[in-house]
């Protein structure tokens, strides 16, 4: 029986949601968060495949905006819930869907579409690369210390309720994304799926918990947290897992980290996706007893390369034929001159010789200038075709900030 792609009926999406539960693995989400997601993925935007009666795949995007290098925030594609049941793989249905999709994207007018991967090795044929790193850590607080800058103790911690304070937060959280590439300017309701917090997720630990950090009768930052314990001979070996953190400035940050590590009764301070420089690394006294690692974190597809590379600004002057290859958006293909400072960008077809070559995956990747040209091309992704034009490109794409995506979609 031959396949159909259309977009999601809305009397439809318990179908549809049932399919990619069932695409990946078949564990039912919490109540709470199913409810949210119904909120938050809009039909008009979904993708449903049918075989007869079946919903078998589908897929959705959301209408995110995306901080860029220099501080615009820029439309973007959230792609979410990419999924083929397992009885309908190998027959090009992913193909086929994401070819959909970033059709439906152009059509829209968004020159980016975004996404995280389950399962990385799956996107970079269809254009996308990876953008930004997420950093974990598992630190031991006994045996760890801080040294905290100049005015942390000018810091007033308050413990709130997490409800009682989401308003506020949202509001110095949408102020902070400008400055640092890879952040998404939160739409209505994703407040709520930042802080969800379903028992069933907790695994035993406590409620999300929060802390406001404020001067001056000014918020100028919070974390928020759950708290695990464990009594055994030694006495209550316990466990704080960081799930989200903002700061204005380096004291309000250290001042943040120091309650983390000295809240009473634990002894593991667990931390994850974080940027990969995220200050707190150089507060420690032993960062090896930090376990620090890295992950794949926000994959970035260049859906119109012209508008894309014009949405961002330069760390330094650049002027540069770029031959890009993109056999899955073909119009993106050929050669492209790219003029651009710290004040902006140009990007328009040319016929001048090309300087560098590369897929739109490597433009992808060094898009949000966490990724640099010169490293791609170290691994043969990039090639220099005049003598100077990658150390230009290079060091103008780069960002003073690691790119970072604050939470999943």
């Known amino acids: ?37 119904r909120e938050l993925i809009d039909p008009a935007r979904s993708i449903a495949v049918w075989d007869g009666s079946q919903c078998v795949a589908g897929t959705s995007t959301f209408p995110f905006r995306l901080s860029v290098p220099g501080g615009a925030v820029v439309p973007a594609a959230g792609v979410t819930g990419v999924g083929v049941m397992g009885t309908h793989r190998r027959r090009g249905i992913l193909t086929s869907m994401m070819r959909r999709q970033l059709d439906d994207v152009r059509e829209r007018g968004e020159a980016l579409a975004v996404l995280t991967a389950s399962e990385p090795a799956i996107y970079g044929r269809f254009g996308y690369g990876i953008a930004t790193m997420a950093l974990s850590a598992e630190i031991d607080t006994t045996r760890v210390r801080l ?162 590379l014009e949405a961002r600004t330069y760390a330094a002057p650049v002027d540069v034929v770029l031959e890009v290859e993109d056999a899955f958006c073909p119009w993106n293909a050929g050669r492209w001159r790219l003029t651009g400072d710290a004040k902006g960008a140009s990007c328009v077809r040319t016929e001048d010789p090309a300087e560098l070559a590369l897929s739109v995956r490597e433009l992808g990747a060094a898009y949000l200038g966490g990724v640099t040209l010169a490293s791609l091309a170290g691994s043969g992704r990039v090639r220099e075709l005049r003598p100077g034009a990658l150390t230009e490109a290079s060091t103008a794409f780069g960002s003073e900030l690691a790119p970072w995506l604050p939470h999943g979609f």
């Open 1 to 37: 029986m031959t396949t159909e792609f259309r977009v999601l009926d809305p009397a439809e999406w318990d179908e549809w949601y049932g399919a990619l539960l069932v695409a990946f693995g078949g564990i039912s989400d919490a109540p709470e968060e199913v409810e949210l997601w």
């Open 147 to 308: 040294d905290v800058p100049p005015g942390t103790d000018e810091v007033r911690l308050r413990y709130v309720k997490v409800a009682d304070s989401l308003a506020e937060c949202e509001a110095l959280y949408a102020r902070l994304v400008p400055g640092r590439p890879g952040m998404l300017a939160r739409q209505p309701g994703w407040d709520r799926f930042t802080t969800c917090d379903p028992v069933a997720y907790r695994d035993g630990a406590s409620p999300l918990q929060c802390v406001l950090a404020e001067r001056d009768g000014e918020l100028v930052g919070y974390a928020r947290y759950r708290v695990a314990s464990k009594s055994g001979p030694a006495g209550v070996d316990g466990t704080v897992t960081l799930n989200d953190l903002e700061a204005v400035d380096p004291a309000v940050s250290a001042a943040l980290w120091r309650y983390l590590f000295g809240i009473d009764l634990t002894n593991t301070l667990k931390v994850k996706s974080r940027p990969a420089d995220d200050p707190f690394q150089h507060l420690v006294s032993d960062v090896r007893r930090c376990e620090l690692r890295l992950k794949d974190s926000l994959h970035v597809r260049l859906v119109e390369v012209g508008a894309a």
